[in-house]
C-alpha cells in the first residue's frame, strides 16, 4: 500500500517493502530520550551475549529461564524472564512453555483485530522482530521501531522485508496517519511515568489512520507474586520488599538489579488507553489465569509436562477472557482501542 510519505533512499538494498523504503528515508534516527534508555541498551547487549554464547531459551521455561538470567535479573524472577527473555526469542528462540501460550494468544487476538492485509503495521518497542515476523508472513507490511540497537539489527536480521530502525515510543518521528494499526507490545512497562506511557500511546493514536487499531500490552501488577509462588521463590524478604511493593504500586524500581519497570493493573492499562484518546477500548488476558500453572508444572515437572499444559492454558485463557474478573490473573494484559 502506498505509504503518502516522500520517496526515501537506502532501503532498496535491504529488500525493504515500497512503505518500509518510503519510511527509511524519513525517519530521523535520532533518540531523544537517550539517557531513559541507557539501560535498556545495556540489556540488548547483554541479551544478544546470551544469544551468541548459544544458551538461548530454548528448551527452558520460566523457572529454567530464570536460572539462566539469575545473574542478569537480580534473581527477580519474572522481571528478568518476562522482560529480557521477550526480546531473545524474536531469533527464533520462542520455545518456551510460557512463551508459546503468551505469543500464540498475541497472534490469536491481534489477528481477530488487526484489519485483513495488506495492510500497514507500525510496530512499536518490536525487538528482534518477534511478532513483525508472523505479521509479515501474513501479508502486513511492518515497520518495526525500537531504541535498541542490537535489536533493531535482530529485527532486520529476523525479518526480511521489515524496515527497522532505531525508535522511541514516546517521540515516533513519522507523519500522522500512515498505519493502518499501530502495536505498542512492550514499551508500556519500560516507561516509568505515567506521562510518557500517555505520550507513547498519544503517539501510537498520531500516527495511525482515523478509526485505526491501537493494540498496547502491560505486564500484570499481580504477575511478580504470582511467578514467584508459582516457582516456589517467594522469600520473606521478596514479600516484604518488591514483590508487596509491586502489587501495592505497580512501581519497580530497578533497585535490585536490571531496570525500572511498570506493572499495570488491567483497569489502568484501559483508563491510560482512554486518557490519551482512544475509543472502543477492551482488554484481553493475553497468557490467562492458566500462565502460572504452567510455571509451576515446569518447575515440579520440568520443561515436558509445562509444553504439555499449553494448550490447555490457551483453551482456560479464551474462556476466562469472558470473564472481566480474571484479566488481571494474566500476566501480560492487552488493550486494544481505537483512533
Ligand atoms: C519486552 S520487549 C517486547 C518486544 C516485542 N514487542 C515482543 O513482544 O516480543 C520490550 C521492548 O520495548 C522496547 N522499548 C523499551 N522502551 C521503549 C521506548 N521508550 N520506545 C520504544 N520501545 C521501547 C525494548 O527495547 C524492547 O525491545
Known amino acids: 500500500m502506498a505509504g503518502g510519505f516522500g520517496v526515501g533512499e537506502g532501503g532498496r538494498e535491504r529488500g525493504l517493502s515500497r512503505l518500509g523504503e518510503d519510511l527509511f528515508g524519513q525517519l ?53 524472564v518476562l522482560l529480557l527473555a521477550v526480546p531473545l526469542r524474536g531469533g527464533g528462540l520462542h520455545t518456551t512453555a510460557t512463551g508459546r501460550l503468551e505469543l500464540e494468544r498475541a497472534q490469536e487476538l491481534l489477528r481477530q483485530y488487526l484489519p485483513p492485509p495488506p495492510a500497514r503495521v507500525l510496530d512499536v518497542g518490536g525487538g528482534p522482530g518477534t511478532h513483525a515476523r508472523w505479521l509479515v508472513e501474513d501479508g502486513y507490511e511492518v515497520v518495526l521501531l525500537d531504541p535498541v540497537p542490537k535489536h533493531v539489527e535482530q529485527a532486520r536480521a529476523y525479518v526480511p522485508g521489515c524496515a527497522a530502525e532505531i525508535g522511541d515510543a514516546r517521540d515516533v518521528t513519522l507523519p500522522a496517519h500512515g498505519f493502518d494499526a499501530v502495536l505498542l507490545l512492550g514499551p508500556l512497562c519500560h516507561l516509568a511515568d ?65 531496570t525500572v519497570v511498570h506493572f499495570h493493573t488491567a483497569a489502568e492499562l484501559a483508563e491510560e488507553a482512554v486518557e490519551a484518546g482512544l475509543t472502543d477500548v477492551r482488554l484481553h488476558g493475553i497468557d490467562g489465569p492458566g500462565w502460572a500453572y504452567v510455571v509451576a508444572a515446569g518447575r515440579c515437572g520440568g520443561q515436558e509436562v509445562a509444553q504439555a499444559l499449553v494448550a490447555d492454558a490457551v483453551a482456560t485463557t479464551r474462556l476466562a477472557d469472558d470473564q472481566g474478573v480474571f484479566t488481571d490473573a494474566s500476566a501480560h494484559i492487552l488493550v486494544v482501542g481505537t483512533s
Open 28 to 80: 530521523r534516527q535520532r533518540l531523544p530520550h537517550e539517557e531513559g534508555v541507557a539501560a535498556l541498551q545495556r540489556q540488548g547487549e547483554e541479551s544478544a551475549a546470551v544469544v551468541e554464547d548459544g544458551h538461548g531459551l530454548g528448551g527452558c521455561g520460566l523457572v529454567g529461564g530464570a536460572q539462566v538470567f539469575g545473574g542478569l535479573a537480580g534473581g527477580l524472577g519474572l522481571l528478568g
Open 194 to 258: 505515567r506521562a510518557d506511557r500517555l505520550r507513547a500511546l498519544s503517539e501510537a493514536r498520531r500516527v495511525v489512520v482515523p478509526r485505526g487499531l491501537v493494540a498496547a500490552a502491560g505486564i500484570s501488577r499481580y504477575s511478580l507474586m504470582q511467578d514467584h509462588t508459582a516457582s516456589a521463590g517467594l522469600t520473606p524478604d521478596l514479600l516484604a520488599g518488591e514483590v508487596t511493593e509491586v502489587v501495592r504500586t505497580g512501581s519497580y524500581d530497578g533497585s535490585r538489579g536490571f
